[in-house]
């Protein structure tokens, strides 16, 4: 059971973190991008494109994704 808790945990903090801005960059944020393993598929990477700093990549990146323009900043 603690096991379970302890994954729950983690990925919880995982998900949310996919939504936030690294936080070692002090930069705004551009726009970023949210990647899919195909149309209407799950969700397997994002890339955040700031103002100055070098883009942020995690995880894959197809020719599926969502362009969310706006600018984010610290």
Do not use: N
Request: proline share 9%; charged share 10%.
């Amino acid at each position: 059971m603690k096991r379970l808790l302890l994954v729950l945990l983690v990925s919880g903090t995982a998900i949310l973190a996919a939504g936030r801005p690294p936080v070692a960059s002090a930069d705004c944020v551009h726009h970023r991008y949210f990647y899919y393993e195909y149309p209407g598929g799950p969700q397997c990477g994002y890339a955040w494109v700031f103002c100055e700093a070098p883009t942020h990549q995690v995880g894959c990146q197809t020719p599926y994704y969502t362009y969310v323009a706006g600018c984010i900043c610290p």
